[in-house]
């Protein structure tokens, strides 16, 4: 588990290919790995990485073929700034929210302009994860806790004061950029267990109005 607060931009040093899917190394640059051993979790922009080796300067994590699949993680390349987050401990303080490191899917800039010292950013993402978000509810982008703004449709909004822009990856963002998103933890938890007994089943109904009537939880 994580919270979302990025603690460090570390730098992609090599992507190396191994029979489909890749191992992967890190510098962590200012990123402490002193209390780090193999086997331990680090979210590298958003996906939870398994550290398998600990070189020194960094960390080196197997990426399989789903998780290149899923995420942006098989675009990087050489040189590619990412952002770091090490797992949290009961002793963490939860700056953001509560982040699995679990990418639900990946979303694609569409805007980006200057709001006064902060930058405004539309993202839009993909159909099946719309109904997850929520104006003024919590998002992960990359890694990175972040508040919803404003949301119509598919895209939704964010404003990234110029801290954030500095300590994370956002500032390199430009339309048509696509990056990793995991929705609210609470948000896919309440879905299922609105489903109520027919989660079990194999053909459950999906949540809409329609079914939101027939259990209670809304009005005709």
Do not use: W
């Not at 990123?31 to 600990?54: F, H, K, P, R």
Request: with cysteine.
């Amino acid at each position: 588990m994580f919270t979302g607060i990025i603690q460090a931009v570390g730098e992609v040093a090599t992507l190396q290919p191994r029979g489909g899917d890749v191992r992967l190394r890190i510098r962590t640059r200012k990123l402490d790995l002193g209390d780090v051993v193999l086997g331990d979790s680090i979210a590298v922009n958003g996906v939870c990485l398994t550290a398998v080796e600990l070189p020194g300067d960094g960390f080196v994590a197997d990426v399989s073929r789903e998780t290149l699949s899923l995420t942006s993680l098989g675009q990087l390349e050489s040189g590619s700034p990412v952002n770091l987050e090490k797992a949290l401990t009961l002793a963490t303080r939860l700056g953001g929210h509560l982040v699995s490191g679990h990418v639900d899917g990946l979303g694609v800039v569409i805007e980006r302009h200057d709001d006064a010292r902060s930058v405004r950013f539309t993202i839009e993402a993909p159909a099946d994860l719309a109904r997850y978000i929520a104006h003024k509810g919590s998002i992960t982008v990359d890694g990175t806790s972040l508040t919803v703004n404003a949301v119509s449709g598919r895209r939704f909004e964010l404003n990234i004061v110029p801290h954030t822009l500095q300590e994370t990856i956002m500032d390199g963002y430009v339309a048509g950029r696509q990056v990793n998103l995991e929705v609210d933890l609470v948000a896919r938890y309440l879905e299922r267990l609105l489903l109520g007994d027919k989660a079990a089943e194999a053909d459950a109904t999906p949540i809409d109005l329609a079914m939101l009537v027939r259990t209670g939880f809304a009005k005709p």
